[in-house]
C-alpha cells in the first residue's frame, strides 16, 4: 500500500528515542521529511543516524523541551523556515512520575499538566493555521491504553491523559470540513525506557525481582509478548498518511489485546 507520504513534512515531539523514535523512523521510511525532537542533543544526534541507516532517509533534529511555551513555538519556526508548512503532527511525551493521589504536591500536577496536555495544546496551536491553509492535515496524539481502563499508581497520567482525549475528540469536528484528521493512540505494554520504568516501579514497591514483575504483565496479554516499537510507529504511519482518508476523532488502543475494557 502507497501511503502517500513521499515529501509530506513530518514533525514528531519527543522522539529521539522510545515510540516517538519508532514513529519518527516508520515515516522517515516512507519517505517523509521528518522532524525530530528532544531536549538531549546527544540524543538526537544518534537517533537521527539510526534513522538515516535504518531507512536512507536523514531527519533534521531540534532541541526542544515541550513544557516550554516559547520552545514550541521556535521549534515550528524552525520547520516551517526550512520546509514551508507542516502536514503532519505528532504530540508526544514522556509520562509523568508513577504514584498515588497523596504523593503529589501541586508542583508536580502542575509538571504533569504542563508535559502531558498542555504542551499538545500549544503545538497543535502553532502548527493548525498552516494546515487549515492547506486544507489538509494529520494530527495524532499519543497516550496511554490508561484513556481505556485507568492503571494503578499512575494518578497523574490517568488524569491528563484523558484530557487529551477530550481535546482530540472535540478539534477532529472543528476542523473535519478542512481535511484535518486527529486521533489519539493508546500505547500498552511496549519495550521501551518508560515500561521499563513502570515495571522497576512496581517492583520495587511490591519488594518482588524485576523479572517476576514482567512474566505476570506478559500474562496478562493474550498475545504473550509485550509490543515492538515499530509496530506502533507502523499504526502511527498508517493515521498520518493518504491512506487515512475517514478515521477521524478516535483513539486507537495498541495492547495485543491486554484491555478487557468495552469499547
Not at 498542555?118 to 494530527?139: E, F, N, T
Not at 484513556?147 to 472535540?170: P, Y
Request: proline letters at 4%; hydrophobic letters at 40%.
Amino acid at each position: 500500500m502507497d501511503l502517500g507520504l513521499e515529501g509530506k513534512v513530518a514533525l514528531v515531539l519527543a522522539s529521539s528515542s522510545g515510540l516517538g523514535k519508532a514513529i519518527a523512523t516508520e515515516l522517515a521510511g516512507e519517505k517523509a521529511k521528518v522532524v525530530i525532537t528532544s531536549t538531549n542533543e546527544n540524543k538526537l544526534i544518534a537517533a537521527r543516524m539510526d534513522i538515516k541507516e535504518r531507512t536512507g532517509n536523514e531527519p533534521l533534529h531540534y532541541v526542544c523541551d515541550v513544557t516550554k511555551a516559547r520552545d514550541i513555538e521556535n521549534l515550528v519556526s524552525f520547520v516551517i523556515e526550512r520546509y514551508g508548512t507542516v502536514h503532519i503532527l505528532v504530540n508526544n511525551a514522556g509520562g509523568p512520575p508513577p504514584g498515588k493521589f497523596e504523593d503529589f504536591g501541586d508542583d508536580v500536577w502542575q509538571r504533569a499538566f504542563e508535559l502531558n496536555l498542555l504542551s499538545y495544546v500549544r503545538a497543535i496551536r502553532q502548527v493548525l493555521p498552516h494546515m487549515k491553509r492547506m486544507r489538509w492535515g494529520r494530527i495524532v496524539n499519543s497516550t496511554s491504553s490508561s484513556v481505556r481502563e485507568v492503571i494503578d499508581n499512575l494518578m497523574l497520567s490517568n488524569t491528563f491523559r484523558l484530557g487529551v482525549i477530550g481535546m482530540t475528540k472535540t478539534l477532529a469536528r472543528e476542523v473535519a470540513a478542512y481535511n484535518i484528521l486527529v486521533n489519539a493512540m493508546g500505547p500498552g505494554r511496549f519495550q521501551t525506557d518508560r515500561i521499563e520504568q513502570l515495571d522497576r516501579a512496581v517492583a520495587e514497591q511490591k519488594k518482588l525481582p524485576l523479572e517476576q514483575v514482567r512474566a505476570a504483565m506478559v500474562s496478562q496479554i493474550p498475545m504473550g509478548r509485550y509490543g515492538d516499537p515499530s509496530e506502533y510507529g507502523r499504526l502511527c504511519a498508517f493515521l498520518c498518511s493518504e491512506a487515512n482518508s475517514y478515521i477521524t476523532g478516535q483513539t486507537i488502543v495498541a495492547d495485543g489485546g491486554m484491555l478487557r475494557a468495552v469499547p
